[in-house]
């Protein structure tokens, strides 16, 4: 399984931004998509999560500022941001937790997208 993100770039604080992320392969389930970022000499934390039950849940950073949907039958899943600061600036990856023709129930990342927010 692959995921491909789209997205990224450069963005004024203030301004928003629109993250996607498909899934290439033989995906036969889907349980969970989500969003997560790393920023230089910090941990990976969770963005946005969209589990099978339809729940977003957010991190306490960007609750309020960010949706998360998923399309089950595009394997595909976006992230909208707005009022965007500098420290959301970070490396973001896309997220599936899934079953394939080959493997049983795991969890699989995309390569990352940066995204700078600038004061």
């Known amino acids: 399984v692959q995921l491909v993100e789209s997205g990224g770039g450069s963005v004024q604080a203030g301004g928003f931004l629109r993250l996607s992320c498909v899934g290439i392969g033989s995906i036969t389930a889907i349980t969970a998509m989500g969003w997560y970022r790393q920023a230089p000499g910090n941990e990976r934390e969770m963005v946005a999560l969209l589990p099978n039950d339809g729940t977003p849940l957010y991190g306490d950073s960007v609750k309020g500022r960010c949706t998360i949907s998923r399309a089950d039958a595009k394997k595909t899943a976006s992230l909208h941001m707005n009022n965007l600061k500098p420290e959301d600036s970070a490396v973001y990856y896309c997220?599936?937790?899934?079953?394939?023709?080959?493997?049983?129930?795991?969890?699989?990342w995309g390569q990352g997208t940066q995204v700078t927010v600038s004061s």
């Open positions: 997220n599936i937790v899934a079953r394939t023709r080959d493997s049983a129930l795991r969890g699989y």
